[in-house]
Every structure is written in structure tokens, then in C-alpha cells.
């Protein structure tokens, strides 16, 4: 099925203050070549890279494993990138018209029911992912204990980060409540918010690189960059929506005192 706490991927879920403002918050045949790949700094934030920066040798080295026109290759991209399309769909047409809330008869069963869809999204996208490195070639370099327990060490990094981030948000917080109209009050500013912006996005991205690099997969370690640009575009696409809605909020409290 892939990486557990992977699925745990969806949309960054913020804190606010009213008063303060937004605070970020803080997923076979042997190759014709070998290559090494270094894990990223994942305590800096991945959404830090610059990715016009990136080693395209490296780049090149992976394609060189990877066939991208295989079937399971083709269904983890698709997944990967559908799923930050659905729920922010979903979520700006419920924040527009209010018929998920009136469907479902209130604004927290509707979140609920959406969230369970987004788990079982990110569920199927796991699934795809481990099928489309199993499918493909490993990378002898990486298939050694040493790469091994790396990719162990991201998986239980991510996970702190992904189950973390769920604990200090609650389940609406976690999963677009916001867009319900269940707003937070505060600032959340507990671990790991207070260490790492958009924890839930690069916790996630952090059980993909742990996963494929426990693997030796080249196909892995594309998937996972796939994953890392979709989160960056998903965040600079979210951030000023949500910036929005707690500015309106804030305007109407406002004006009733």
C-alpha cells in the first residue's frame, strides 16, 4: 500500500490569529548506471530549494532507470497531481455557494465527509506510488543497509511531522475547515510549527523520499520530486485564498465591536 503516514499529505491546513494575521505552517532489472542521492534537509522546509538550481545530471542519471510512459508510473503521477486539484476545488466551491454544508446539514459533517475523501485519495496515491517502483528498475547504489536505514530516518521523520501536525490542528483543522467557516481564534505555534512552515506538506514529502529511498528507486525518487513541485504550487495557490478569508473575518469582527 505504500507509506502509512503518507497519506496524511493533504492540504496544508493553517493557524490564524484575527488579530495577528496568518501564520504558515507550519507525503526489478538492474540499471544501466549507478548514482548516489543525498537527502534534503527536510528541518529547512523543501518549499526552501530552489529548483532551478537542481543537479540535471542527477536528473538525467534517473531518467535513465525510469520508463515515465508505464502504466503505474503514469497512475502515481496522475495521483499526485489530482489530489491537491480536488480538494482545493472542492473546498472554494464549498466556501462559495455553501452546499456541502447545507447537503450535509452542517458545516462540520461536511468537512468530515470531505476529509475521509481526501484520506482515501491519498490512500489510492500511496498505493500508486509503491506500485509504479515496483514496476520499474532499482538502483543498486541505493540497495544497501546503509541507504536502507536513511530511508528509514525520513519515514519516522515525516511521520513526527505529519502525526504532529494533525494533533496540534484537530481533524477540521487538518482538512480545510476553513473553507467551512470553522475558523481557529489563534495561532498555532506548538511543534512542529514552530520549527518547520507547512509541516504536513513536507512531513509527507518526507515519507515519499524515506519509501523510495528504502526501495532503490529511481522511479521513487521522480515521484517524490513530483510530489515536492505539486505541494510548492499547491501552497502559493492556497496561501493568499486563506490569507482572504481571515482577512474578511477579521474586517466583520471588526466592525460588530
Same mark, same amino acid.
Given at each position: 500500500?505504500?507509506?502509512?503516514?503518507?497519506?496524511?499529505?493533504?492540504?496544508?491546513?493553517?493557524?490564524?490569529?484575527?488579530?495577528?494575521?496568518?501564520?504558515?505552517?507550519?507525503?526489478?532489472?538492474?540499471?544501466?548506471?549507478?548514482?548516489?542521492?543525498?537527502?534534503?534537509?527536510?528541518?529547512?522546509?523543501?518549499?526552501?530549494?530552489?529548483?532551478?538550481?537542481?543537479?540535471?545530471?542527477?536528473?538525467?542519471?534517473?531518467?535513465?532507470?525510469?520508463?515515465?510512459?508505464?502504466?503505474?508510473?503514469?497512475?502515481?503521477?496522475?495521483?499526485?497531481?489530482?489530489?491537491?486539484?480536488?480538494?482545493?476545488?472542492?473546498?472554494?466551491?464549498?466556501?462559495?455557494?455553501?452546499?456541502?454544508?447545507?447537503?450535509?446539514?452542517?458545516?462540520?459533517?461536511?468537512?468530515?465527509?470531505?476529509?475521509?475523501?481526501?484520506?482515501?485519495?491519498?490512500?489510492?496515491?500511496?498505493?500508486?506510488?509503491?506500485?509504479?517502483?515496483?514496476?520499474?528498475?532499482?538502483?543498486?547504489?541505493?540497495?544497501?543497509?546503509?541507504?536502507?536505514?536513511?530511508?528509514?530516518?525520513?519515514?519516522?521523520?515525516?511521520? &513526527?511531522?505529519?502525526?504532529?501536525?494533525?494533533?496540534?490542528?484537530?481533524?477540521?483543522?487538518?482538512?480545510?475547515?476553513?473553507?467551512?467557516?470553522?475558523?481557529?481564534?489563534?495561532?498555532?505555534?506548538?511543534?512542529?510549527?514552530?520549527?518547520?512552515?507547512?509541516?504536513?506538506?513536507?512531513?509527507?514529502?518526507?515519507?515519499?523520499?524515506?519509501?523510495?529511498?528504502?526501495?532503490?528507486?529511481?522511479?521513487?525518487?521522480?515521484?517524490?520530486? &513530483?510530489?515536492?513541485?505539486?505541494?510548492? &504550487?499547491?501552497?502559493?495557490?492556497?496561501?493568499?485564498?486563506?490569507?482572504?478569508?481571515?482577512?474578511?473575518?477579521?474586517?466583520?469582527?471588526?466592525?460588530?465591536?
Amino acid at each position: 500500500m505504500g507509506p502509512v503516514l503518507a497519506v496524511g499529505g493533504c492540504r496544508e491546513a493553517r493557524a490564524w490569529s484575527l488579530q495577528g494575521g496568518p501564520r504558515p505552517m507550519g507525503p526489478g532489472r538492474a540499471g544501466p548506471m549507478r548514482s548516489s542521492v543525498a537527502a534534503p534537509d527536510c528541518c529547512g522546509g523543501l518549499g526552501n530549494l530552489d529548483f532551478r538550481k537542481a543537479d540535471l545530471c542527477v536528473m538525467t542519471r534517473l531518467l535513465g532507470y525510469v520508463d515515465p510512459s508505464e502504466p503505474h508510473f503514469v497512475a502515481a503521477v496522475l495521483t499526485i497531481a489530482f489530489n491537491p486539484l480536488f480538494w482545493n476545488v472542492v473546498a472554494r466551491w464549498e466556501h462559495k455557494t455553501r452546499k456541502l454544508s447545507r447537503a450535509f446539514g452542517s458545516p462540520h459533517l461536511a468537512c468530515y465527509t470531505l476529509g475521509g475523501a481526501i484520506l482515501l485519495l491519498n490512500v489510492l496515491r500511496s498505493h500508486c506510488f509503491t506500485q509504479a517502483m515496483l514496476s520499474q528498475a532499482r538502483m543498486q547504489s541505493l540497495d544497501n543497509p546503509l541507504a536502507y536505514r536513511v530511508g528509514l530516518a525520513l519515514l519516522g521523520v515525516g511521520g &513526527v511531522f505529519v502525526l504532529s501536525s494533525f494533533l496540534a490542528l484537530g481533524f477540521t483543522g487538518t482538512f480545510l475547515g476553513d473553507y467551512f467557516g470553522i475558523l481557529k481564534e489563534a495561532r498555532v505555534t506548538t511543534f512542529p510549527f514552530s520549527i518547520l512552515d507547512n509541516p504536513m506538506y513536507w512531513g509527507s514529502t518526507a515519507n515519499y523520499l524515506g519509501w523510495a529511498i528504502m526501495h532503490a528507486s529511481p522511479a521513487g525518487l521522480l515521484l517524490t520530486t &513530483v510530489v515536492a513541485l505539486i505541494y510548492t &504550487v499547491a501552497i502559493l495557490y492556497e496561501e493568499p485564498f486563506t490569507a482572504e478569508i481571515y482577512r474578511q473575518k477579521a474586517s466583520q469582527a471588526h466592525k460588530r465591536s
